[in-house]
């Protein structure tokens, strides 16, 4: 089933907080409805942004500062708004990406200190309109998300982060909770210390209505428009 518009949700928070686990709980629920659903993450998504993320993780980017790296995850963002999202919601699908512009703001704006007016260029330029029409942020205390982060890459040794490491991660939380504020609208905040099933349940009920409303909107097969 493909809805009137497409559903546009992307998933924001720190690192080890849930996305992925829960994006892939949400695509298969909403697929399990009879819903058509694209899953996608940043930086990257399309051919083009898969490229760019190479050069971003291995830290190529990093030795020209964070200004040459706000750029390159904007040219991967307009590659994969323009290339992926956008056709995808055009469609009526529902597409469910992990991360997006929020990490931006949080990562380069607040903890790499760019200045806002920059940051809000790049933004423009690179989503060119397409703003999520949901967006779940995931709050979890830094310690909390670390630990499973490094859990998940098979780190056993005991849980000693830097003061300074914890203190970012402290930072980019406050952020991601300062945008859901500035933006109650389309953000939704979710309390990531829950076990994946509660927060796989509640992240449903926070789609629910727009959903409906999509689902409402739908052409129907005897309309009289050719
Ligand atoms: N609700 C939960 N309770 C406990 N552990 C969880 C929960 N959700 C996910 N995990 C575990 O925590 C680790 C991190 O989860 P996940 O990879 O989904 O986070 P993430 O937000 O995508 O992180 P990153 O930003 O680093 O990609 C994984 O090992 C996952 O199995
Ligand atoms: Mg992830």
Not at 121 to 136: F, H, K, Q, S
């Amino acid at each position: 089933m493909s809805l009137a518009k497409g559903l546009f949700v992307t998933f924001e928070g720190g690192e080890g907080a849930g996305k992925s686990t829960q994006l892939r709980l949400l695509a298969d629920s909403l697929r399990s409805l009879g819903h058509e659903v694209l899953t996608t993450r940043e930086p990257g998504g399309s051919v083009g942004a898969e490229a760019v993320r190479h050069v971003l993780l291995s830290g190529a980017a990093e030795a020209f500062g964070v200004r040459m790296e706000a750029i390159l995850f904007a040219a991967a963002r307009s590659d994969h708004v323009e290339e992926v999202i956008r056709p995808a919601l055009s469609r009526g699908t529902i597409v469910l990406c992990d991360r997006f512009m929020d990490s931006s703001r949080v990562y380069q704006g607040i903890t790499g200190n760019l200045e806002p007016a920059f940051v809000e260029t790049l933004e423009r330029v690179a989503i060119n309109g397409v703003v999520p029409d949901r967006t779940v942020i995931f709050d979890l205390p830094a310690t909390i998300g670390l630990d499973r982060a490094q859990r998940r890459a098979g780190d056993d040794s005991p849980d000693r982060f830097e003061k300074e490491e914890l203190e970012t991660h402290e930072k980019r939380r406050e952020a991601f909770l300062d945008i859901a504020k500035a933006d109650p609208n389309r953000c939704r905040i979710v309390d990531a210390t829950q076990s994946a099933e509660a927060i796989a349940a509640e992240i449903l009920g926070l789609l629910e209505n727009l959903l409906a409303n999509a689902e409402m909107s739908e052409p129907t097969s005897t309309g009289s428009a050719p």
